[in-house]
């Protein structure tokens, strides 16, 4: 949620989008389908609010009808009406988040970064597993699995592990 405010900012579920909440311009047409991968949305939110000069887009959740986004989106509603938002009546600014920009350190296929004795496992590690569009669920299962191979490396016991396994 795009604010003037300091400190941190509020993270509007992708989910929103998912269940038919619109991306408008400051003319409140839509300029993208909201469906596709994640890169390809924040691209042309960045991209709109270059082009008119905007610090934000807007996202409505009208359709979605009060019964849904009370019943799916209980904290985003509450939060937004804090923020002066009434999001079954009216559209919030949104830019992208930080959120989207994952996987930014490189690392081996046991999470072993270039720098020596640092391993990186999450959304911050980039192991080629997932791009730039890995989702909440994917990038879970992907910290338990790199989690566990990185503590092998480093306690010494990946080639047990590796013997353990063909056993």
Same mark, same amino acid.
């Given at each position: ?10 993270? %509007?579920? =992708?989910?929103?989008?998912? !269940? *038919? ?7 409140? @047409?839509?300029?993208?389908? $909201? ?9 042309? %939110?960045? =991209?709109?609010?270059?082009? !008119? *000069? ?7 959740? @009208?359709?979605?009808?009060? $019964? ?100």
């Amino acid at each position: 949620m795009y604010s003037k405010k300091p400190g941190r900012r509020f993270l %509007i579920s =992708e989910s929103v989008r998912g !269940e *038919g909440a619109v991306l408008l311009n400051s003319k409140k @047409e839509r300029f993208v389908n $909201e469906l596709l991968p994640r890169d390809v949305v924040t691209k042309a %939110i960045r =991209e709109e609010m270059e082009k !008119e *000069g905007t610090d934000h887009v807007w996202l409505s959740m @009208e359709k979605l009808g009060k $019964e849904t986004i009370m019943g799916h989106f209980p904290n985003i509603y509450q939060h937004c009406l804090e923020e002066g938002y009434d999001v079954t009546k009216e559209c919030i600014p949104v830019v992208p988040a930080q959120h989207y920009f994952m996987g930014g350190v490189w690392v081996d296929s046991d999470s072993k970064t270039s720098m020596e004795h640092l391993y990186a496992v999450g959304e911050t590690s980039c192991n080629g597993v997932h791009g730039a569009n890995r989702l909440a669920s994917n990038s879970l299962l992907e910290s338990l699995v790199f989690a566990k191979r990185a503590a092998n490396k480093i306690s010494g016991t990946e080639n047990e592990v590796k013997v353990r396994e063909l056993a």
